[in-house]
């Protein structure tokens, strides 16, 4: 093999080793999660090496099996609220947002173009716990407290903006010509927006969709808020009450922590390719 | 194959009127080129004979029917853009498909017309390409199969090749133009640039500022150009304008440094003292050696036509541009010769100009003085 090297010979263990460290101290708390994860006890114990003292998988055991009072499957029950709720604010999202911010990419001056666009990003400057009291009076009235429903339609409300300004960003930089030139080729508006426009704003729809979902599933004030059946709980609600006022099962935490993180990192893993496009074709701004 | 009548075309974009009332007869068969400096309208002319824009007045009629109002899939029309347009997440081969599907064509007319026009444009290798995967003139010739595809009754262009480099351009203007003959369709091509305009055309439709200032056969248009606007948008380098006087005897538009004789049967009998604009292209004059100063060319005695104090001599090596200033204005002169025998700065250039190569125009309208031919 014949490398060509640059500078001393001791430049490469030396980039090594600093690179090293550097991912040692990235890495530091989430090693510490999983031997905590790992370790059959529940306080945590202070120590330099994050390494098991008794290892076990018994925390996994009792988050992954924990049964309700009703003898029903808890974990199954929770991650399938979680996966639902998370996978229809995404749908609800890019569903709204798609046709809104393709509107206001393309016709930027019809009536309560501006306006709307202003009351849109006037949404995104309050936290989603401001409007918790009212959202939780609305649902209440709506019957809709202690169901995903009621929580997609909260989540919806902030995911909704939150897409069409991405969405629209993307489809702005959609050349105008394309949509021209399928339209002179044959086809009504919305089929060119179908057949042209849509694939070419996959890449931007993938990050949207992926941002509204994780979003979802990553909240928890409003969720911890609205729901309180158990069998109702998303994850990280239920991961929550592992850590109660008197008692803290930092075991059960870590364990539920690297489950509930599972899912997210293999959905980040199978669209990086959109990521690094979208990213890269303005599909992501701020 | 279609014939085309545009009536009083009028279009108003926010508070610009981009087309002032365009009249404008295609026929069958005919390559129509629009061409004029960038703002004059060309582009948003295509775009609504396209459909892509509705007119604010006048009628657009394709064969007869009047398609005005019609939405672009209804009007039968190709379009190649500046951009080439291609569908990025499609391949060549459904690239070239797209219309063909939109209207309902069966897979076997399909798959034959894309076999046609790749064999006739040589796509072949490239029909499982995706766009990004190619150059600028693979992607040129995919816009322009696509639009051959469809078979449309009219084909429109939109400087189709001016994001391709120079010699690529010559070679795929040839193309068009053969692309024209074999096909026999009627085209509407949009440019800038004057050679792609003067090569391809069979009627040159100049516009200016959202009027058709001259329309005719390109070479017509060059040697009579009806204003002095058409006069210096085609040729280059471009016409020179001197301001000059009618002589005392009607014979001759006099500045300092310039006596122009003017064609008598062209422009009719103008009156003496008359203000005229005098053109004259710099490819339209005759050096005359033996009058003109140094390196071979002699300080002149006899009185000569033009007379040019060389400030700046560009040579192209096959000819070469003398500029200095005639009747207070800039004048370029096409020099021909060998580099040694060139003429140099401070030299003085004699030259002599052929009545027929004099244009005359108003100086306050810009118009042509020539009577209508």
């Known amino acids: 093999m014949n490398t060509t090297r640059k500078g001393p010979f001791w430049l490469e263990p030396l980039s090594h080793f600093v690179l090293i460290v550097a991912v040692a101290f990235a890495l530091y708390p989430v090693l510490w999660v999983i031997s905590l994860a790992l370790d059959g006890v529940q306080r945590p114990v202070a120590r330099a090496i994050p390494w098991p003292e008794s290892p076990s998988l018994d925390n996994f055991r009792a988050i992954l099996f924990a049964r309700g009072g009703g003898g029903e499957w808890l974990f199954v029950r929770q991650l399938t609220n979680s996966i639902v709720i998370s996978a229809a604010t995404a749908l609800t999202a890019i569903a709204i947002a798609t046709p809104a911010a393709y509107a206001l990419a393309r016709f930027p001056d019809f009536v309560g ?142 364990a539920g922590s690297i489950i509930v993180s599972v899912p997210v990192m293999a959905l980040f893993y199978a669209l990086q390719k959109n990521l690094v496009g979208g990213l890269t074709s303005g599909g992501v701004k701020g | 194959m ?40 060309k582009s948003t002319l295509l775009r609504t004979i396209a459909g892509l824009e509705t007119p604010d007045e006048g ?18 029309i190709a379009m190649v853009f500046q951009s080439y347009a291609l569908y990025p997440h499609l391949t060549v081969r459904d690239n070239l498909a797209f219309g063909l599907r939109l209207r309902g064509e069966s897979e076997a007319t399909v798959k034959s017309r894309v ?16 766009p990004k995967d190619m150059s600028g003139g693979q992607r040129q010739r995919v816009a322009m199969g696509r639009a051959i ?20 351009r010559n070679q795929v203007r040839v193309e068009i133009k053969k692309l024209h003959a074999s096909l026999g369709a009627t085209m509407i091509y949009v440019t ?99 009058e003109s100063s140094a390196h071979g060319y002699r300080d002149g005695a006899t009185p000569t036509e033009i007379t040019v104090a060389v400030d700046v001599v560009e040579a192209m090596g096959f000819e070469a541009y003398a500029h200095g200033p005639v009747g207070g204005a800039p004048f370029v002169a096409r020099v021909e010769g060998a580099a040694d025998a060139l003429p140099r700065r401070g030299d003085r250039l004699a030259l002599s100009v052929e009545p027929a190569h004099v244009h005359l125009f108003d100086p306050e309208t810009g118009r042509s003085l020539a009577g209508a031919p």
Not at chain 2, 118 to 124: A, D, I
Request: aromatic share 8%; glycine share 8%; net charge neutral.
């Open chain 2, 192 to 290: 800038h640039d004057q050679v792609e305009a003067m090569t391809l055309a069979d009627q040159l439709v100049v516009l200016n500022s959202g009027k058709v200032e001259q329309k005719g056969p390109p070479l017509e248009v060059y040697a009579r150009p009806a204003s002095r606007f058409v006069a210096g948008f085609l040729g280059s380098p471009s016409m020179n304008f001197t301001d000059a006087v009618v002589s005392d005897d009607s014979t001759s538009a006099v500045a300092e440094g310039l006596r122009a004789p003017i064609d008598r049967q062209r422009f009719g009998a103008i009156e003496r003292g008359r203000k005229v604009v005098v053109g004259i292209r710099p490819h339209d004059v005759t050096v005359r050696k033996g």
């Open chain 2, 149 to 168: 595809a469809r078979r449309p009754k009219l084909f429109l262009f939109d400087e189709p090749l001016s994001n391709l480099d120079a010699a690529l």
């Open chain 2, 2 to 41: 279609a014939t085309l009548s545009l009536r009083t075309i009028r279009k108003v974009l926010g508070a610009n009127a981009i087309l002032k009332g365009i009249d404008l007869d295609v026929q069958s068969g005919e390559f129509v080129v629009l061409v004029g400096p960038s703002g004059c309208g």
């Open chain 1, 113 to 254: 173009a501006k306006g709307g666009t202003k009351a849109l990003l006037a949404t995104q400057m309050f936290p989603g716990v401001a409007s918790a009291v009212p959202l939780y009076m609305l649902l209440d009235k709506l019957r809709l407290l202690d169901t995903r429903s009621g929580l997609v339609l909260v989540y919806a409300t902030t995911a909704v903006p939150f897409a069409i300004f991405q969405l629209r960003g993307a489809f702005e930089t959609i050349p105008k010509d394309l949509e021209e030139a399928a339209m002179v080729d044959g086809a009504t508006r919305f089929q060119a927006f179908v057949k042209v426009v849509l694939p070419a704003a996959r890449p931007a729809l993938a990050v949207t969709a992926l941002f509204a979902f994780m979003s979802a599933w990553n909240e928890f004030i409003l969720a911890a808020t609205f729901l309180s059946r158990e069998s109702a709980f998303t994850l990280p609600v239920a991961l929550q009450r592992h850590v109660g006022e008197y008692d803290a099962a930092w075991g059960k935490f870590a």
């Open chain 2, 115 to 130: 076999e046609e026009v790749s064999q006739m444009l040589g796509l072949g290798a490239l029909l499982d390409r995706l």
């Open chain 2, 59 to 76: 009628s657009i009629k394709l064969d007869d029917r009047d398609v005005t109002r019609a939405e672009p899939r209804e009007r039968d």
